[in-house]
């Protein structure tokens, strides 16, 4: 008969054993998910084809405005570079896109009293109609914001030209912030300023940096407040400056501007789809994607190239390491972001008429700088989820798992209950350039944009592996 110490002494084994079984699933299963992130990262950083595809995006078709014949060879290219990384099947996703051209360089300048020409930077704003070939002169009203212009009214407004003079806010530590609250002037600017008989709008440019770059940047009709359209453009930081301390010696200088800009009828496109059919779980969808249109004035690099490569990489690292999805894994090459969103809500019309049922849906559209975190969403659930796997990326200096995240592209599918992601490289250096002729390559660094294709990858196996 065994004596009541062995009894105790069996009852606590039991309890160990117990203990063992019920957590033995969880701690393999995070041992074994942080095996296949390292070899994630190690695929990343050593095969990867990211970086090469950028180039030949970047290098060998550039630009990519909506409606352009380069956004035309870019649907070309991403179809075969999707079935070049393992895809099983890549298809197109039909949308008509604006067709915006911006035509000759812009002209900006205003004379002085001593007779000098000071000549600014400047560049037309997408969607804005041009000045014709004879441009249009006035005289300069400064504002720095919708309520002065309010106050100045039509009195002051009419006839002449609406200078926004809206800085960048240096406080915010998030740049996308700072963007956000002076990116309405670009927006509205033109229609505000037309609503009190302005004849054309200018913006400082939508950055933080002073220099003579000029951003462009789409803005919009909004004829509820005005049905007169005015030529908009931005100039550059430096000649922001330029202007407004010439205006503070003199009261009544008038700026020349001509823009050869006109939108000539859509034009029909498409949104470029690489997909690993899920084994387990193949008629739902995990996607990640980025836009594969850009602006016309440089390559597009950071806006959005890079995440349009770091979204095709997920297919060949998941070949190349043999990891068989659940769900049926995407890429997605959004076309038209830039100036009308086109791709994006073609995207989620697809997947509602198909009935489809995404899992979870990742944007990258922020550069391809060092990856700090995502942005979650709390629907679904998967912001605890996410939140979970935190202890898992920190070894990769992956700290930022936040509430709330997606992106433009993804919108559409979020107002559709799809719970959405928006990576978060570090952005600090991302406005010096957004939006420009400087947005070339030669700005990307090879490891960073790998490093945030690896985070994206490893986040996309996580989601895959526990739904």
């Not at 002065?148 to 740049?175: A, P």
């Not at 779980?281 to 995440?307: F, M, R």
Request: net charge neutral; glycine share 10%.
């Amino acid at each position: 008969m065994a004596t009541k110490k062995t009894q105790y002494l069996n009852l606590n084994l039991l309890f160990v054993l117990i203990g063992t079984l019920f957590y033995a699933k969880p701690i393999n299963s995070q041992n074994q998910d942080s095996v296949t992130i390292r070899k994630l990262y190690d695929y990343y950083l050593t095969q990867s084809k990211t970086y090469s595809n950028l180039e030949a995006l970047c290098l060998k078709i550039g630009g990519r405005i909506s409606g352009s014949q380069q956004a035309a060879n870019a649907v070309v290219w991403a179809k075969r570079a999707m079935y070049a990384a393992g895809a099983d099947t890549v298809f197109l996703q039909p949308c008509m896109v604006p067709h915006w051209v911006r035509g000759a360089k812009e002209e900006c300048y205003f004379v002085t009293k001593s007779n000098q020409m000071m000549s600014l930077n400047c560049i037309a704003l997408g969607s804005s109609v041009g000045t014709g070939e004879k441009g249009v002169k006035a005289k300069v009203i400064e504002v720095n914001n919708f309520e002065e212009l309010e106050k100045l009214g039509e009195k002051t407004i009419k006839g002449n030209i609406v200078f926004y003079n809206v800085f960048f806010d240096q406080s915010k530590i998030r740049t996308g912030n700072a963007y956000g609250e002076a990116v309405k002037y670009r927006g509205k600017g033109a229609s505000m300023a037309a609503k009190f008989g302005a004849i054309a709008s200018v913006v400082r440019s939508m950055t933080s940096v002073a220099d003579d770059e000029a951003h462009t940047g789409n803005m919009g009709y909004d004829t509820s407040i005005s049905k007169t359209k005015i030529p908009a453009i931005a100039i550059s930081y430096k000649g922001a400056d330029l202007l407004h301390n010439a205006l503070l010696s003199e009261k009544n200088i008038e700026l020349f501007i001509q823009t050869n800009c006109q939108t000539l009828p859509d034009v029909l496109s498409y949104n470029v789809v690489g997909q690993i059919t899920g084994k387990q779980k193949p008629n739902e969808y995990i996607i990640t994607g980025g836009h594969l249109d850009s602006w016309d004035n440089g390559q597009g690099a950071h806006d959005d190239g890079s995440g349009v490569v770091q979204s095709i990489e997920i297919l060949a690292a998941f070949k190349a390491l043999g990891i068989q999805p659940k769900h049926s894994i995407r890429a997605v090459a959004f076309m038209n972001e830039e100036n009308g969103l086109a791709g994006g809500m073609a995207y989620a019309q697809w997947a509602k008429d198909h009935k489809e049922k995404h899992i979870a849906a990742l944007e990258t559209d922020a550069g391809g700088y060092t990856p700090r975190g995502f942005g979650v969403d709390t629907a679904m659930g998967l912001y605890k989820q996410v939140l979970q796997w935190k202890p898992l990326f920190q070894a990769y200096f992956i700290d930022r798992i936040e509430q709330g995240g997606g992106g433009a592209d993804i919108s559409a599918l979020e107002k559709q209950g799809v719970p959405c992601i928006g990576f978060e490289p570090d952005t600090q250096r991302y406005f010096d350039i957004h939006h420009t002729a400087a947005d070339t390559f030669d700005k990307i660094n090879k490891r960073e944009l790998n490093l945030g294709a690896a985070a994206i990858g490893a986040l996309l196996y996580l989601i895959d592996s526990h739904n």
